[in-house]
Structure formats: C-alpha cells, structure tokens
C-alpha cells in the first residue's frame, strides 16, 4: 500500500548498481555528516573545526592549502560543469531531465558567483578537504543526471511535481542567495571578526541560508522525482540539520547577547 502511493509521486528504481550504491552512500555519508556537526565535529575549513585542538592546528598548519575562494571554486566547478555538458550533449531527454539539469546547472553557477563577487573568506582549505568536497559534488551530479537518464524508459509518475518543483527551486535559490548577500555585508573591508547577522530571517533563523538551500533541493526532488534525488535531498537535510544546530550553538559560545528567542533552523520551532 505504501509503496503503491510512493509509486505515484515517484519513478521506478533503475536497474543500475552505481545509482543504488550512490543513493545509498550519498543518503547516509550526508546524515552521517549531520551528526557529525552535531557532536562537534566539523570539516577542517569550518570555522567551527576543533576550535579548541592544540594539536588539530599544529598538524592543520602542516597540510598544503588552498586559498578559501580558489577551495570553494575547486569545490563546485566540476559539478558545474558536468551538469551543462549534460544540457550540451544530451539535448534529446525530455523536458523534465532539461528542467533537473538546468536547476543544477543554476545552483552551482550561482555558488561560484557567490564565491567570486559576494562571500569573503578570511580563512584556507586543505587541498584533501578541497578535493573530497569537489569529488562529492561532481558525483552527485553525475549521479542525480544519470538516474534521471535512465528513468526516462519508465512512465511518468501519475502525480507530476515538476511544476511545483521549479517554483520551490526559484525560492530556494532567491533566498539563499539573498541571506548569503546579508551576510556577506556583516563585516567591512579588512574585518575579520564575526558579528550576530541581522536581517531577512536572520532574526528569527541563525541559518535561513541553509533553510532556502533544503528548499532548493526539494524543488530538485520533485523535479527529478527519482529515488536518487530524494536520497540526496533527506541526506542533505539531514547534515544542514547537524550544521545549523551546529552553528547556533557556536553563536551562544561566542555571543553573551545572542537572542535566544532565535532558532537554529525552522523559524520557531528548531
């Protein structure tokens, strides 16, 4: 029974072994990563990574690094890249793989413009945490284009979305970008100290930035409609859950007068 009522919101399982280990490995290593935050955690140019190891920044110090834009522009490139080849060279799929491969071509195009001409960096990337996060991506993508391939052999889920998923998307990715552009303004030229953002939902939300961002992949989800994307949608809630609890509670630490009326992701409620 409740497979049947998926059945109609989603496509078939393709016969494919790299989509099922990917939807298996990208689901869980995305929650695992969740809890990670959670326990405190992090990835190494997290400004929340083991703050307090001596002997993490003594061998951190030793690791060939990246500047923080030329490791975030490492980061997203490939996945960028694969997804407008995508639409370059596999033009004859339908429109809803054109609608998947253009949301993800927008998405990372918009995060290297971010990285490009709004976010500030003050700090660097280990080149293997450059390389692991841009590995990730890349595959990811790869991996949502290639389950939506395959999935065109199947009928259409009786439920359409893809509608419903482009404006889920458009809001997603207009309200990332518009919270990454408030924080970007917190600190003037030559800053380095963080500051309490304020503004948009930043007064009800430490993480609004991170809430739009689960939005734009549910737009995804429901353009795709593959189990895949869903997988890598419930992952990602998951580790951006773990990252916003994450960074509300370094907040507090850092923060005597943090409101604590504000939530870490859901306006009133988490």
């Not at 993490?56 to 500047?67: G, L, N």
């Not at 339908?94 to 001409?117: I, P, Q, W």
């Not at 809630?237 to 509300?248: D, F, K, N, Q």
Request: glycine content about 8%; hydrophobic content about 45%.
């Amino acid at each position: 029974m409740v497979l049947s009522t998926l059945l109609k919101f989603i496509y078939p399982p393709p016969a494919s072994w790299f989509v099922t280990a990917m939807t298996v490995i990208n689901g869980a290593s995305l929650v695992n990563a969740g809890f990670k935050e959670i326990k405190g955690q992090s990835m190494q140019y997290s400004k929340f990574f083991n703050t307090n190891n001596k002997n993490v920044e003594a061998s951190s110090s030793k690791m060939v690094k990246f500047s923080g834009r030329g490791g975030m522009l490492l980061a997203y490139s490939p996945a960028f890249f694969a997804s407008v080849a995508s639409l370059a060279f596999m033009q004859d799929e339908g429109l809803r793989f054109t609608l998947v491969a253009s949301a993800l071509a927008v998405h990372y195009f918009k995060r290297l413009f971010e990285t490009l001409f709004i976010h500030k960096y003050s700090g660097s990337m280990p080149m293997d945490s450059a390389i692991v996060i841009s590995t990730s991506y890349f595959l990811s993508s790869v991996s949502t284009i290639y389950s939506q391939h395959l999935c065109g052999a199947f009928a259409e889920p009786v439920i359409d979305l893809k509608y419903a998923g482009v404006a889920i998307f458009l809001v997603g990715i207009a309200g990332n970008f518009y919270h990454h552009y408030i924080l970007s303004k917190l600190r003037k030229e030559g800053e380095k100290e963080y500051k309490i953002p304020q503004g948009g939902l930043f007064n009800l939300v430490i993480c609004p930035h991170y809430l739009f961002e689960i939005l734009g992949f549910i737009g995804i989800s429901c353009i795709s409609q593959t189990v895949y994307a869903l997988s890598f949608t419930v992952g990602t809630i998951g580790y951006l859950t773990g990252r916003s609890y994450a960074t509300r509670k370094w907040y507090l630490s850092k923060f005597e007068d943090f409101p604590k009326d504000v939530k870490a992701l859901v306006p009133y409620i988490f």
